[in-house]
């Protein structure tokens, strides 16, 4: 650091509280002083000698030092309020402007289409039709994780999602439960590529079987109704049947699940 650079380091050390000032003044004092080794090499000092004298010209350094901190504070004091003002108003317009870009780029966004997935789509085809489930298969030309809105309008609601054991694949088959009898349901089929690309299809709809006539039925498979365990292979530590861990309890989980459907009479598991 040559004999300049350290005076105006010092000539400026309190000045760095606000350090845009302190680099304007460290120019003014930069300039000054080349101005005036200028002039004593004119006058015949060699290049050490005229800096020394530059130096020496400007006066006392603690002295100089001072009056730049009192002559200067009025302007740390405005560019200060300029610093605040500025935050509070730009902080909230930059937190604003992220939001809009956000929302824009969220409400603008669209889903390609399953015919832009490279090598092509293939489906849907509905291969198993039941009253309360129904199961498609489609195959994509490149490997991507699938799933399916789907629900009695084109609101969908419901999301059916296929098990990924293995990762994205090329063939998917995906099964709709709980589904009602005889009617008719829409879906919609979203594949992401392992690129994250989005596809989605337009709105494809399957219609489950009725429910025949006199199918239904209004007995319980239940202990109260009638209902007996003829034989079990096992009972969990070698329990009774009518035990906690009996098959008396199996019978009464089975009821429970499969609900009003079950014929009163003699089950064998």
């Known amino acids: 650091m040559t004999n300049h650079e350290k005076l105006i380091a010092r000539l400026t050390d309190r000045l760095a509280v606000d350090p845009e000032l302190q680099m304007d003044v460290s120019r003014e004092l930069r300039a000054h002083l080349e101005d005036s080794a200028a002039e004593f090499r004119q006058g015949g000092r060699s290049e050490a000698q005229a800096q020394v004298d530059a130096v020496k010209a400007l006066g006392d350094p603690d002295e100089l030092a001072g009056q730049l901190w009192v002559g200067n504070q009025r302007r740390i004091r405005i560019r200060g309020l300029l610093r605040w003002t500025a935050r509070v108003t730009l902080i909230p317009v930059a937190i604003l402007v992220i939001v ?110 009725a429910r025949q006539a006199g199918e239904e039925q209004t007995i319980w498979l239940a202990l109260e109704m009638g209902a007996t365990v003829a034989e079990s292979s096992s009972n969990f530590g070698g329990a009774s049947n009518d035990e906690p861990w009996g098959a008396d309890n199996a019978l009464m989980a089975v009821r429970e699940r499969l609900g009003p459907t079950m014929v009163m009479g003699t089950t064998r598991f």
Request: aromatic share 12%.
């Open 100 to 209: 809009c870009l956000l929302f824009s780029a969220t409400s603008g966004f669209t889903f390609m289409g399953l015919e832009d997935i490279p090598v092509g789509f293939d489906g849907p085809t509905v291969i198993a039709i039941a009253e309360r489930s129904a199961t498609i298969s489609f195959d994509t030309g490149v490997r991507t994780v699938c799933n399916a809105a789907f629900g009695e309008t084109t609101a969908y609601g419901q999301v059916a999602t296929i098990p990924m054991l293995s990762g994205a694949t090329l063939d998917h088959v995906l099964t709709f439960v709980d589904l009602d009898p005889g009617t008719t349901y829409h879906y919609r089929i979203t594949a992401t590529d392992i690129q994250g690309k989005v596809y989605q299809s337009e709105d494809f709809t399957f219609t489950t079987e």
